[in-house]
């Protein structure tokens, strides 16, 4: 009884899939290959997925792929290449797909025939599968047809003696590392309707020349590595600049960043040793960390040109830019500065931040967090405003000499020490006390030869606070809250606001306002001014 069900549902899985594992052998022009029907009716077949690249095997040297074939009884039109058909094929020097009629070349179909020169491809052709030139090491030139919408991943991989590709207006898609490590490939264009390119061109090392489509957003990886490129024009519309896009980029000088970028990833220039300059463009919203680290040509970063109110530098996003001059963050109202950003930049002499009016208003803030500046041995003077700070954030900057501070909401160990020619501290609390640290925050000599100013009141205080009871002189001085005491008559057209010298808004013109000393805010200006 078990028997006879067994037969009924064999019989049963035949109907149901009467193509089901059927195979066919046709010889065309000396070479024989096996077929795997796809459908009995529509009467269309595959080359069989892994056939044909064992130890034996009689596909060699020239192979022409038919569009029909026969198998004895009935001809079948060959739509597909199927997986792995000929992977690893040494024997294989030339290839010629007939068409049309061929739709789809599957995964790995020609991978690693190392012998593979020349691949013929057709016209109908819409779809290359992952990995399918992928280590053909001898292929030099490919052009592809222009029905072919989509290119998968890793299709050259790895194909190190490709120097051409001719690319079709309709390509819509394309795959991940699809060009990674064609050491030999010069120059290419690509199409638009591309929105993404991810490792695209990774270990290119020979390319020079590259056209991007103006569809372009986002850049992953892209060049990481193409250490012959020089220049590049990225379109505008691209908004991210993904991790690693031109790392190790050593030929690099010279780039201009679309203004419609928003974000610049981590390890994006790591290693351009050649590039000078960088503008970042206003709507980008920081720097991800290794982002320029060992840039060491690199002069100028010139930051947002408007007021912006949160910026961040990553963890060692300018480590080791030797030829780093100056930094200026003070169009940023809340600057983030992470571990060792800017170690070791032995040029940077100048760092700016934004200057607020007091502690609670317009609330300038900048975190500047381990060692973010530590090295930074031209830094002569520094002025902050509202700040955290971290371990050992400005330790060895040896040519520092004047320091102003604002209200320093924590500080932890060793932030200044190791910078032996620091003779002026400038700490005004604002509206909070002095905040007590340890004692290794700043040298002994510093102790010693150093004067320390604060606001009057505070004075006694910071005598019996850790660290600031240290210094030897300790000395009231009358801060100006980071404004320009002057008498101004108003532009009564222009807008404005109007604050208390509290920092409590009161209006937004002058009609009816008593005489008197008051902060106005017209623009991007900050004054204190006197009413007549």
Known sequence: MRKRNLLFFLAVMLSVFPSLARDFQDEYKGQTLTYTVLDEDAKTVKTKDGEHHWAGCKVSGNLIIPNVVSDGADTYTVIKIGSYSFTANEDLTSVVIEGPGIETIEDNAFSRCSNLTSITLPEGLTQLGSGVFQGCTSLESVTLPDSLTELGEYAFFGCTSLKSVTIPEGLTQLGSSVFQGCTSLESITLPEGLTSLRYTFMGCTSLKSVTLPDSLTTLFGTFSGCTSLESITIPEGLTQLGSSVFQGCTSLKSLTLPESLTAIGKNAFQGCTALESIIIPDRVEGIEGYAFQGCTSLKSVKMPSYEVVRFFVGDF??????????????????????????????????????????????????????????????IKTLTLPNVDLGESAFEGCTSLNTVKMRAIFSIES???????????????????????????????????????????????????????????????????????????????????????????????????????????????????????
Request: glycine share 8%; hydrophobic share 35%; proline share 3%.
């Open 317 to 378: 996003a300018f480590e080791g830019c030797t030829s780093l001059t100056s930094i200026d963050f003070s169009n940023v109202r809340e600057s983030f500065i992470g571990i060792s950003a800017f170690e070791g930049c032995t040029s940077l002499g100048s760092v700016k931040f934004s200057e607020g009016l007091n502690d609670y208003l317009f609330d300038d803030y900048v975190e500047i967090r381990g060692r973010a500046f530590y090295n930074c041995n031209r």
């Open 414 to 532: 060793r932030v200044f020490a190791g910078c032996p020619n620091l003779n002026y501290i400038y700490y005004d609390s604002g509206v909070r006390e002095p905040i007590s640290g340890n004692k290794d925050i700043f040298d002994e000599v510093t102790y010693e030869d150093a004067t320390l100013f604060v606001k009057e009141e505070d004075v006694e205080k910071c005598k019996l606070i850790m660290p600031w009871k240290k210094f030897k002189t300790i000395a009231a001085y009358k801060f100006s809250n980071g404004v320009d005491e002057i008498e101004a008559s108003l532009d009564p057209d222009a807008p404005y606001e109007i604050f208390t010298l509290d920092g409590v808004k009161i209006a937004d013109s002058t009609d009816n306002l008593p005489a008197g000393i008051y902060i106005i805010r017209q623009g991007n200006a900050v004054k204190k001014i006197a009413v007549n």
